[in-house]
T-cell receptor, first 118, second 117 residues
Framework: AQTVTQSQPEMSVQEAETVTLSCTYDTSESDYYLFWYKQPPSRQMILVIRQEAYKQQNATENRFSVNFQKAAKSFSLKISDSQLGDAAMYFC???????????????FGKGTKLSVKP | KAGVTQTPRYLIKTRGQQVTLSCSPISGHRSVSWYQQTPGQGLQFLFE???????NKGNFPGRFSGRQFSNSRSEMNVSTLELGDSALYLC????????????????FGPGTRLTVT
Protein backbone atom coordinates (compact mmCIF):
# COMPACT_ATOMS: atom_id res chain seq x y z
CA ALA A 1 0.00 0.00 0.00
CA GLN A 2 1.12 3.52 -0.72
CA THR A 3 1.82 5.96 2.08
CA VAL A 4 2.54 9.67 2.23
CA THR A 5 4.41 11.27 5.12
CA GLN A 6 4.71 14.92 6.01
CA SER A 7 7.07 15.23 8.93
CA GLN A 8 6.54 18.93 9.66
CA PRO A 9 3.18 19.53 11.38
CA GLU A 10 3.79 23.28 11.44
CA MET A 11 6.06 25.72 9.67
CA SER A 12 6.47 29.45 9.82
CA VAL A 13 7.92 31.91 7.31
CA GLN A 14 8.45 35.62 7.14
CA GLU A 15 6.57 37.46 4.43
CA ALA A 16 8.63 37.71 1.20
CA GLU A 17 10.95 34.91 2.24
CA THR A 18 11.21 31.32 0.99
CA VAL A 19 9.99 28.21 2.73
CA THR A 20 10.23 24.52 1.87
CA LEU A 21 7.68 21.92 2.95
CA SER A 22 8.76 18.29 3.02
CA CYS A 23 6.98 15.18 1.84
CA THR A 24 8.10 11.59 1.44
CA TYR A 25 6.12 8.75 0.00
CA ASP A 26 6.34 5.04 -0.37
CA THR A 27 5.15 3.06 -3.37
CA SER A 28 6.12 0.09 -5.48
CA GLU A 29 4.39 1.55 -8.54
CA SER A 30 6.33 3.17 -11.34
CA ASP A 31 3.47 5.22 -12.75
CA TYR A 32 2.04 7.78 -10.37
CA TYR A 33 1.34 11.44 -9.78
CA LEU A 34 2.17 13.65 -6.84
CA PHE A 35 0.32 16.76 -5.81
CA TRP A 36 0.43 19.58 -3.36
CA TYR A 37 -2.94 20.87 -2.24
CA LYS A 38 -3.57 23.99 -0.19
CA GLN A 39 -6.44 24.24 2.26
CA PRO A 40 -6.94 27.77 3.66
CA PRO A 41 -9.10 28.36 6.73
CA SER A 42 -12.14 28.59 4.41
CA ARG A 43 -11.51 24.85 3.86
CA GLN A 44 -11.73 24.81 0.05
CA MET A 45 -8.98 22.45 -1.11
CA ILE A 46 -7.02 24.00 -3.96
CA LEU A 47 -4.56 22.23 -6.23
CA VAL A 48 -1.20 24.02 -6.07
CA ILE A 49 1.06 21.92 -8.24
CA ARG A 50 1.30 18.51 -9.88
CA GLN A 51 4.26 16.29 -10.75
CA GLU A 52 4.18 13.28 -13.04
CA ALA A 53 6.55 10.55 -11.90
CA TYR A 54 7.83 9.90 -15.42
CA LYS A 55 8.99 13.51 -15.80
CA GLN A 56 12.46 14.30 -14.52
CA GLN A 57 11.92 18.04 -14.71
CA ASN A 58 10.58 19.59 -11.54
CA ALA A 59 7.18 21.24 -11.86
CA THR A 60 6.86 24.98 -11.37
CA GLU A 61 3.78 27.18 -10.99
CA ASN A 62 4.63 30.84 -10.48
CA ARG A 63 6.05 31.13 -6.94
CA PHE A 64 5.57 27.42 -6.25
CA SER A 65 8.05 24.78 -7.30
CA VAL A 66 8.83 21.23 -6.31
CA ASN A 67 11.97 19.25 -5.75
CA PHE A 68 11.10 15.76 -6.94
CA GLN A 69 13.68 13.12 -6.01
CA LYS A 70 12.23 9.90 -7.38
CA ALA A 71 14.91 7.54 -6.09
CA ALA A 72 14.64 9.00 -2.61
CA LYS A 73 10.82 9.14 -2.88
CA SER A 74 10.87 12.73 -1.82
CA PHE A 75 8.63 15.53 -3.05
CA SER A 76 9.14 18.90 -1.38
CA LEU A 77 7.33 22.15 -2.10
CA LYS A 78 9.17 25.45 -2.23
CA ILE A 79 7.23 28.68 -1.86
CA SER A 80 9.17 31.74 -2.91
CA ASP A 81 8.36 35.33 -1.98
CA SER A 82 5.83 34.15 0.61
CA GLN A 83 2.63 36.14 0.90
CA LEU A 84 0.10 36.44 3.71
CA GLY A 85 -2.40 34.60 1.51
CA ASP A 86 -0.13 31.55 1.46
CA ALA A 87 -1.03 30.81 5.07
CA ALA A 88 -2.91 27.51 5.02
CA MET A 89 -2.67 23.77 5.54
CA TYR A 90 -0.65 22.15 2.80
CA PHE A 91 -1.24 18.53 1.90
CA CYS A 92 0.99 16.30 -0.13
CA UNK A 93 -0.96 13.66 -2.06
CA UNK A 94 -0.25 10.59 -4.17
CA UNK A 95 -2.32 9.10 -6.94
CA UNK A 96 -1.74 5.92 -8.87
CA UNK A 97 -1.25 6.28 -12.60
CA UNK A 98 -2.73 2.92 -13.47
CA UNK A 99 -6.13 3.13 -15.10
CA UNK A 100 -8.91 1.18 -13.48
CA UNK A 101 -7.16 0.85 -10.19
CA UNK A 102 -7.05 3.53 -7.60
CA UNK A 103 -6.83 6.56 -9.83
CA UNK A 104 -9.88 8.04 -8.19
CA UNK A 105 -8.19 7.75 -4.85
CA UNK A 106 -5.84 10.40 -3.56
CA UNK A 107 -3.67 9.34 -0.63
CA PHE A 108 -2.89 12.31 1.56
CA GLY A 109 -0.24 13.12 4.10
CA LYS A 110 -1.27 14.57 7.46
CA GLY A 111 -0.55 18.09 6.33
CA THR A 112 1.72 20.99 7.28
CA LYS A 113 0.24 24.15 8.73
CA LEU A 114 2.06 27.13 7.26
CA SER A 115 1.97 30.49 9.01
CA VAL A 116 3.19 33.64 7.30
CA LYS A 117 4.45 36.46 9.50
CA PRO A 118 4.08 40.05 8.27
CA LYS B 1 -17.31 27.18 -15.27
CA ALA B 2 -18.98 26.62 -11.92
CA GLY B 3 -16.96 24.68 -9.39
CA VAL B 4 -17.89 21.67 -7.31
CA THR B 5 -20.81 22.40 -5.03
CA GLN B 6 -21.80 20.56 -1.89
CA THR B 7 -24.97 20.80 0.10
CA PRO B 8 -25.63 21.36 2.87
CA ARG B 9 -22.55 23.18 4.11
CA TYR B 10 -23.28 22.48 7.76
CA LEU B 11 -25.31 19.77 9.42
CA ILE B 12 -26.00 18.76 13.00
CA LYS B 13 -27.40 15.30 13.65
CA THR B 14 -28.01 13.06 16.63
CA ARG B 15 -26.43 9.66 17.20
CA GLY B 16 -28.40 6.92 15.52
CA GLN B 17 -29.85 9.13 12.81
CA GLN B 18 -28.93 8.94 9.18
CA VAL B 19 -27.74 11.70 6.88
CA THR B 20 -27.46 12.32 3.15
CA LEU B 21 -24.91 14.68 1.66
CA SER B 22 -24.99 15.93 -1.91
CA CYS B 23 -22.28 16.82 -4.39
CA SER B 24 -22.63 18.42 -7.81
CA PRO B 25 -19.49 18.05 -9.91
CA ILE B 26 -18.04 20.45 -12.41
CA SER B 27 -19.99 20.32 -15.65
CA GLY B 28 -18.63 17.54 -17.86
CA HIS B 29 -16.93 15.70 -15.02
CA ARG B 30 -18.04 12.10 -14.69
CA SER B 31 -16.06 10.99 -11.66
CA VAL B 32 -16.88 11.94 -8.09
CA SER B 33 -14.75 10.94 -5.10
CA TRP B 34 -15.63 11.40 -1.45
CA TYR B 35 -13.23 11.98 1.43
CA GLN B 36 -13.62 12.27 5.18
CA GLN B 37 -11.42 14.78 6.98
CA THR B 38 -10.94 14.63 10.75
CA PRO B 39 -8.23 16.12 13.00
CA GLY B 40 -7.15 12.67 14.14
CA GLN B 41 -7.22 10.62 10.95
CA GLY B 42 -6.64 13.36 8.41
CA LEU B 43 -8.04 12.94 4.92
CA GLN B 44 -9.33 9.48 4.13
CA PHE B 45 -10.82 8.21 0.91
CA LEU B 46 -14.38 6.92 1.13
CA PHE B 47 -15.34 5.95 -2.41
CA GLU B 48 -15.33 6.98 -6.04
CA UNK B 49 -18.16 6.87 -8.55
CA UNK B 50 -17.82 6.98 -12.29
CA UNK B 51 -20.75 6.79 -14.70
CA UNK B 52 -23.12 5.75 -11.90
CA UNK B 53 -20.89 2.86 -10.79
CA UNK B 54 -18.75 2.61 -7.70
CA UNK B 55 -15.25 2.18 -9.03
CA ASN B 56 -13.20 2.24 -5.87
CA LYS B 57 -13.88 2.04 -2.16
CA GLY B 58 -11.92 2.95 0.92
CA ASN B 59 -11.80 1.18 4.25
CA PHE B 60 -15.02 2.37 5.86
CA PRO B 61 -17.89 0.38 7.36
CA GLY B 62 -21.00 -0.43 5.38
CA ARG B 63 -22.86 2.39 7.12
CA PHE B 64 -21.22 4.64 4.57
CA SER B 65 -22.70 4.35 1.13
CA GLY B 66 -23.08 6.43 -1.94
CA ARG B 67 -24.56 6.65 -5.36
CA GLN B 68 -24.26 8.64 -8.52
CA PHE B 69 -26.99 9.79 -10.83
CA SER B 70 -27.05 9.98 -14.60
CA ASN B 71 -26.19 13.69 -14.45
CA SER B 72 -23.05 12.78 -12.42
CA ARG B 73 -24.38 14.33 -9.24
CA SER B 74 -23.53 12.17 -6.27
CA GLU B 75 -24.89 11.56 -2.81
CA MET B 76 -23.35 9.87 0.14
CA ASN B 77 -25.35 8.45 2.98
CA VAL B 78 -24.30 7.59 6.50
CA SER B 79 -26.71 5.49 8.51
CA THR B 80 -26.80 4.98 12.27
CA LEU B 81 -24.56 7.95 12.95
CA GLU B 82 -21.86 7.69 15.59
CA LEU B 83 -20.03 10.49 17.37
CA GLY B 84 -16.89 9.55 15.46
CA ASP B 85 -18.59 10.37 12.17
CA SER B 86 -18.28 14.06 12.99
CA ALA B 87 -16.04 15.35 10.24
CA LEU B 88 -15.67 17.51 7.20
CA TYR B 89 -16.84 15.55 4.16
CA LEU B 90 -15.21 16.60 0.94
CA CYS B 91 -16.23 15.70 -2.53
CA UNK B 92 -13.98 16.01 -5.55
CA UNK B 93 -14.77 15.71 -9.23
CA UNK B 94 -12.68 14.86 -12.25
CA UNK B 95 -13.17 13.97 -15.87
CA UNK B 96 -12.16 10.46 -14.95
CA UNK B 97 -11.93 9.11 -18.48
CA UNK B 98 -9.58 6.37 -19.55
CA UNK B 99 -6.32 6.71 -21.45
CA UNK B 100 -4.98 9.99 -20.16
CA UNK B 101 -4.27 10.19 -16.49
CA UNK B 102 -4.30 13.97 -16.59
CA UNK B 103 -8.04 13.70 -16.84
CA UNK B 104 -8.13 12.34 -13.31
CA UNK B 105 -7.09 15.63 -11.77
CA UNK B 106 -9.44 16.23 -8.85
CA UNK B 107 -11.16 19.49 -7.99
CA PHE B 108 -12.64 19.80 -4.55
CA GLY B 109 -15.85 21.27 -3.25
CA PRO B 110 -16.06 23.39 -0.07
CA GLY B 111 -17.14 20.44 2.04
CA THR B 112 -20.00 19.62 4.39
CA ARG B 113 -19.28 19.96 8.08
CA LEU B 114 -21.19 17.19 9.90
CA THR B 115 -21.51 17.32 13.65
CA VAL B 116 -22.98 14.34 15.47
CA THR B 117 -24.21 14.93 19.02
Amino acid sequence: AQTVTQSQPEMSVQEAETVTLSCTYDTSESDYYLFWYKQPPSRQMILVIRQEAYKQQNATENRFSVNFQKAAKSFSLKISDSQLGDAAMYFCAYRSGYYGGSQGNLIFGKGTKLSVKP
Amino acid sequence: KAGVTQTPRYLIKTRGQQVTLSCSPISGHRSVSWYQQTPGQGLQFLFEYFSETQRNKGNFPGRFSGRQFSNSRSEMNVSTLELGDSALYLCASSLGASGNSHLYEQYFGPGTRLTVT
